[in-house]
């Protein structure tokens, strides 16, 4: 049974979660603020944890920020909620490391559909089995380890967040090869529904910030204007 950890000062969205989801046999931990959802967090370690933005102390993006820099949590799946629609407001909480972000009002179904896709990715991330999955990627000064989701460049391990690291290893597992947008949301996220963001964009003005040595100039991954990106395989030894 999957444990969801639903943190939202609002009752009514907290009944209506907790309702659906129980609904479907998951376990569901509340919280009403930042403070107690972030240490509910620590403590019980969830499967997912759906997040209010807008709550008193610490809002969600302060909480996902800190989730995200605890070895214990930074790979647990978190959706966002907010009663706001704005583009800023979406891209905002995917740089933070959000997997997923829902606008209020939302439809139990629509919630629970997002709640299984990205609890599928995280099954699917946490038993990489296959021999090419596991095999150390080498390109010039870049070493990809996928079974410790770890790269390093120069001998220095990357601060990547899951989400850069999953677009970095599926780039560089096909170097050459041209993913555009819509391919990569489908890979790396799962689900199709937050196409009206630039969500892949920012993460890949992020990634390179942290591996490329003149990310204006990328040496690893390209732009193919129009329609996508790749990892150049001019960049392998």
């Known amino acids: ?49 759906i997040l209010d933005i807008m709550m008193p102390d610490k809002d969600g993006f302060e909480v996902c920020r800190t989730l995200r820099a605890n070895k214990n949590t930074a790979y647990i799946p978190i959706i966002m909620l907010s009663a706001k629609s704005e583009l800023m407001d979406k891209v905002i909480g995917l740089e933070m ?9 939302f439809s139990p179904r629509e919630m629970l559909a997002r709640v299984k896709a990205n609890l599928r990715r ?4 946490c038993n990489i089995t296959s021999a090419d999955e596991e095999k150390e990627i080498r390109c010039k000064n870049m070493l990809i380890r996928p079974e410790r ?12 967040s899951p989400k850069e690291f999953e677009i970095l290893h599926v780039l560089a597992s096909n170097p050459g090869r041209v993913f555009t947008r819509d391919s ?8 199709d529904a937050i196409r009206e963001t630039r969500t892949v964009d920012v993460h890949i003005r992020y990634l390179r910030q942290k591996i490329e040595r003149d990310p204006g ?17 001019r960049s392998k030894n």
């Open 149 to 160: 989701f770890e790269a390093m460049v120069d001998g220095m391990r990357l601060d990547l």
């Open 217 to 233: 100039n990328p040496e690893y991954i390209e732009t193919v204007r129009g329609i996508g990106y790749r990892f150049s395989d």
């Open 184 to 191: 990569l949301l489908e890979k790396i996220w799962g689900f």
């Open 122 to 125: 995280r099954e699917f991330n």
């Open 97 to 105: 490391g959000a997997d997923d972000y829902m606008t209020k009002p």
């Open 1 to 49: 049974m999957s444990t969801i950890l639903v943190v939202d000062d609002e009752a009514n969205i907290v009944e209506l979660v907790r309702f659906n989801l129980e609904k479907e046999n998951f376990r569901v931990i509340t919280a009403p603020d930042g403070v107690s959802g972030l240490a509910a967090a620590l403590e019980c370690l969830p499967d997912l944890i």
